[in-house]
């Protein structure tokens, strides 16, 4: 057994990682919930709530509580997991308080009806002080645990530990980003619109942020490699330099940005195709990898998180693809196509596959035949989503827009949103099952099971093990 895993586990900081899956699963819940609700408004059929504030709170609330909660708060546990025994668990038990207390301050904000909702990309807004102070929360706590995970990290590194430091720094450069918007944003110009303020302000964060949820993502494909399919890349030197190519090109990219208006970044296509492929081509190479070694597979694709890591690469790959394919067809529906394919059937998938597996660590699967089943549904509806909202994209339609406000033109794509919503509801049906199992499961085992086969922290250079 490695000493260090001892510490590990003895020094609390199973307790924590249970605290922080249970914290990221309910944001995910309620992420689930606003998107319900927005899909479906935006489902002809069925159009559920009545007014376009409605519907932009719950695109705002669905947003804030699916791309930044859920992602941070998991990409915070893989942090957790990849920190070495010298890290105390105390911090991230502090951490977690300010990331809960900010996200309650951001569920008050959106469900309050204070402010006005601002769909910007990447971070929706509500124009009110509870909102910015709950995002600040929620940002001190992730950003203090993702420091205090990587910044003891030294001398031979586990794939995962490279991995999620290399999401570490990129983090840092989202939160630096911010920083260099805000001062060419300030003093404020009183003819700015909201809109523009804080999409000027977020844009280059958010595209950020999207590199490290890919490189994240990346770092569970070689968890569930070995969970569900008992396989790991040969020689995994080729995804280290990938992980590393990423921070390269996001620095690149950052430098390359500092020095101009970021009023003028938004606009900027040839910026946004050149993000788009510095976080896509590195994760290729981990597609590829990944792919090769199931290939030589052991193990059959029955399980949660074989079948979770099948469905997470390929929706990635398509959702990389649609966007190559459309990229040059302006605004419209294809955008949330390529956003859900890629965060959802890539990311989200990928977290809760692993999420089976460190249950499987602390304690039981409530419903283990429901695992196995979850990720073909939820993908399935995901898949649906995507081509409904593809299909109305390049029938015209806008995103984030209240359709029965566009009147007799929204005829043209109704039968595209409908395939949307009954994608969405089978998607959140299989979100659901995810959530309750999860939750259930977290929340019924207080005691990790003295029998708990040991996971070892990624097979191919194994550094590490949770005992
Ligand atoms: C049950 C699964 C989900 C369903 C049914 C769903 C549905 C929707 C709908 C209907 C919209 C509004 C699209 C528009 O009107 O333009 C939307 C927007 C969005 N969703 Fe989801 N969503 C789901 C899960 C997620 C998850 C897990 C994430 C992130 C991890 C996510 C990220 C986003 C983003 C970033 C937008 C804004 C898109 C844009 O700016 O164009 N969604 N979602």
């Known amino acids: 057994m490695h000493p260090s895993s001892a510490s590990w586990a003895y020094g609390g900081r199973l307790s924590q990682l249970r605290a922080w899956l249970l914290f990221a699963v309910s944001a995910l819940a309620i992420a689930g919930a606003f998107a319900l ?18 519907l932009h709170r719950a695109i705002a609330g669905h947003v804030t509580f699916a791309l930044l909660v859920w992602l941070l708060a998991f990409e915070t546990v893989l942090w957790l ?31 309050s009806g204070r402010g006005a909702a601002v769909l910007t990309d990447y971070v929706s807004v509500i124009v009110d002080p509870l909102f910015f102070a709950g995002l600040a929360l929620f940002a001190a706590g992730v950003g203090g645990a993702a420091w205090a995970a990587v910044g003891h990290v030294a001398g031979t590194r586990s794939l995962l530990q490279h991995g999620m430091q290399a999401a570490a720094v990129i983090g840092v450069l989202a939160l630096g980003a911010c920083g260099t918007a805000l001062a060419w944003l300030l003093p404020r110009d009183p003819a700015a619109t909201d809109f523009v303020f804080f999409q000027s302000l977020f844009w280059m964060t958010g595209h950020l942020l999207q590199f490290v949820n890919v490189v994240a993502m990346t770092s569970v494909w070689y968890l569930l490699l070995d969970a569900g399919f008992g396989a790991g890349v040969r020689d995994d030197r080729l995804a280290r330099r990938a992980y590393d190519a990423s921070v390269v090109l996001a620095m690149l990219l950052f430098a390359c940005t500092v020095g101009f208006d970021s009023r003028t970044l938004p606009a900027n296509l040839g910026l946004s195709v050149a993000m788009g492929l510095a976080a896509a081509l590195p994760a290729l190479v981990h597609a590829a990898l990944v792919v090769g070694a199931i290939a030589r597979r052991r193990r059959g694709w029955s399980s949660p ?26 605004s419209s529906m294809w955008i ?109 085992t207080a005691r990790v099971r003295a029998d708990a086969p040991v996971i070892p922290i990624h097979a191919a250079s194994v550094h590490g093990r949770i005992r």
């Open 37 to 54: 609700l927005a899909v479906l408004t935006r489902t002809p059929a069925v159009q559920l709530l009545g007014t376009a504030e409605g």
């Open 81 to 111: 997991l990849a920190s070495p025994p010298e890290c105390r668990p105390r911090t991230f038990s502090r951490s977690l308080l300010l990331a809960s207390a900010g996200s309650g301050l951001l569920i008050v904000a959106v469900l």
């Open 305 to 330: 998180e074989g079948a979770a890591l099948l469905c997470s690469v390929t929706l990635f790959v398509c959702g990389i693809v649609l966007a190559l394919a459309r990229v040059r067809t302006g």
């Open 336 to 444: 949330p196509a390529h956003y859900h394919a890629v965060v959802v059937g890539g990311v989200t998938m990928a977290f809760m596959g692993l999420t089976y597996t460190l249950i499987g660590r602390l304690g039981t699967m409530a419903w283990p035949r429901l695992s196995a089943v979850q990720p073909w549904l939820y993908g399935l509806g995901m898949l649906l989503v995507v081509a409904g909202m593809n299909w109305a994209g390049a029938e015209g339609a806008p995103r984030k827009t209240f359709d029965p406000a566009l009147g007799a033109a929204a005829a043209r794509w109704v039968t595209p949103m409908n395939v949307m919503g009954a994608g969405g509801v089978v998607a959140v049906l299989g979100g659901a099952m995810f959530v309750l199992n999860a939750l259930v499961s977290l929340a019924t």
